[in-house]
């Protein structure tokens, strides 16, 4: 048995193939100075928000009775008529790259680095 | 009927090398017992584990998996089709406390993770430890659970939970194979079919 508490060649390999991918993936999502919210519902985007651009805090309520508070720099679930709550507990949303779901009512909410579309990628003088 | 298998007990360079001569072999009927005592260990380390993710400050939606060393010692000394029985009971918990889905997320993920333990330990056993076995299972359970809700949610959720999600199953994975290790030998005390545990 004690042969088997110890990490084996390919187990370290493993784990160092497995975080080198995690890293990739961190990547390829790729970051970005802008912070926007994008509201999805059955996939498809209802919301995008600047939350660089919010001032003051706000409630958004979406068709399917999901409501999400907006904050300046972040957002949250805030009501859901769902049985887990799971988005709720997910708490504030802040960074890019964050991303939370509220499954029975088709609702993702996921934060990236890209100004919302319309906005200017970057402006040059 | 007690009779002597001394061919189940080979575990080189171990305690259990040998087992006294009266250990009896287990029946079906033991086996079962000891799948019900371990789907009630799930079911108590899934609740744990819920009340320690309220105080631990995880990202979203990342747990630390702690019943998966229950079902995984399951798979191994049981068999998949108990482990796979225990997950189900599990899935029925979750579905109690949670609601549908998220029972559906919860019996694709713990499928798909005891499905990679069976394969594992079948076919890599002496090459990956049980921390190995644990990781890889940790990752594929978080995939299992990502897919379920991208095809609930109904858009492809993989490029934002999945580094999040690689990286909680590579560090929640080895410590609960970790914890396997260390729980082991209480664990093999009433475990029926000892020989799954020694090299093939």
Known sequence: MTERLKLKKADVLLICFLLAAALALLLLRGGGDALTAEVTVAGETVERIDLKAVTSPYDLTLENGVRLHVEPGGISFCYSDCRGQDCVRCGVLTRAGQAAACVPNKTLVVLTGKPPKGAPDAISS | ?200
């Open chain 2, 1 to 200: 009927m007690l009779s002597l298998h001394h061919s189940e007990f080979r575990i080189p360079n171990s305690e259990f090398a040998h087992p006294k001569p009266s250990r009896p072999r287990y029946s079906p009927a033991k086996k079962a017992a000891v799948a019900g005592l371990m789907a009630a260990l799930t079911l108590a380390l899934s609740f744990v584990e819920r009340m320690l993710c309220a105080a631990l400050p995880l990202p979203p939606g990342v747990r630390p998996g702690l019943s998966n060393v229950a079902v995984m010692f399951s798979c191994i000394a049981l068999g998949l089709p108990f482990a796979l029985a225990i997950i189900l009971v599990k899935a029925g918990f979750v579905m109690l406390v949670s609601g549908v889905y998220a029972g559906i997320i919860s019996v694709s993920g713990g499928v798909l993770s005891v499905l990679s333990v069976a394969l594992l330990a079948r076919f890599a056993e002496k090459k990956l430890s049980f921390t190995g076995i644990s990781v890889v299972s940790a990752v594929l359970h978080n995939f299992g659970q990502l897919t379920a809700a991208s095809l609930l949610v109904g858009s492809a959720l993989y490029l934002w939970m999945a580094p999040v999600l690689l990286i909680s199953g590579v560090v929640f994975g080895a410590v609960t194979g970790m914890l396997l290790n260390a729980v082991l030998p209480a664990l093999l005390k009433i475990v029926p079919k000892v020989e799954n545990f020694e090299g093939k």
